[in-house]
């Protein structure tokens, strides 16, 4: 069956510039708003998030934007503007 052989590719290891993925399935950047609405701190949805789809066997993951600037800040968004 031709659907099924070029599936089987997918679920193949694969290896870009020195980082080896497990497969070809990837994980795009989407703003997901789990991030602390007060100060764009990562949150434990977060980490929930992320870990299933890791143990769910994504191949890479492509986390979204995070500002780095305070002006413009959206609530939930990831913020790396302040220490």
């Known amino acids: 069956m031709a659907g099924a052989r070029s ?4 679920l193949e290891p694969m290896q870009i510039r020195g980082v080896k993925f497990r497969n070809r399935i990837v994980k795009t950047p ?3 708003n789990f991030a602390d609405f007060e100060d764009g701190t990562i949150t434990q949805n977060y ?4 870990g299933a789809l890791a143990r769910g066997g994504v191949g890479g993951i492509i986390v979204e934007q995070s ?4 002006e413009g800040y959206r609530e939930g968004s990831i913020a790396v503007f302040d220490d």
Do not use: A, G, P, T
Not at 47 to 50: C, R
Not at 67 to 70: H, K, P, R
């Open 7 to 10: 599936l089987k590719k997918v």
């Open 30 to 32: 989407q703003d997901m």
């Open 67 to 70: 500002l780095v600037d305070s």
């Open 47 to 50: 980490i929930d998030f992320y």
